[in-house]
């Protein structure tokens, strides 16, 4: 199992970002796909999750309203769209193949995650 993610930077508050997370070495289509994140002193905090049919099913409270989760199965990419971002959105973002029944059971597979920075 493989999991590249990718888009960070650093930008503005107020301002968007899209990540992408490539996944390979497993069948991206037959697994649930969610972003976390893991800010500095913090711990790891998950951000949002998919479904295999493509139902966002989860974000977590901060991002609400300002960040969608999405996947195009046929090129075995998740993405993250981040609007409004603020300076409490910087962190390591990381994406993660899972389960979702009802709830979220996350797996061992890690990328090495893509720094997202908000900072005028």
């Known amino acids: 199992v493989q999991l590249v993610e990718s888009g960070g930077g650093l930008v503005p508050p107020g301002g968007s970002l899209r990540l992408s997370c490539v996944g390979s070495g497993f069948t991206f289509s037959q697994w649930a796909m969610s972003w976390y994140r893991q800010g500095p002193g913090n711990e790891r905090e998950l951000v949002a999750t998919?479904?295999?049919?493509?139902?966002?099913?989860y974000y977590a409270d901060s991002v609400k309203g300002r960040f969608a989760i999405s996947r195009d199965n046929a090129k075995n990419t998740l993405y993250l769209q981040m609007n409004s971002l603020n300076p409490e959105d910087t962190a390591v973002y990381l994406c993660?193949?899972?389960?979702?029944?009802?709830?979220?059971?996350?797996?061992?597979?890690w990328g090495q995650g893509t720094q997202v920075t908000v900072s005028s």
């Open positions: 993660n193949l899972g389960q979702y029944t009802n709830r979220w059971y996350s797996t061992p597979f």
């Open positions: 998919i479904t295999i049919g493509g139902d966002a099913v």
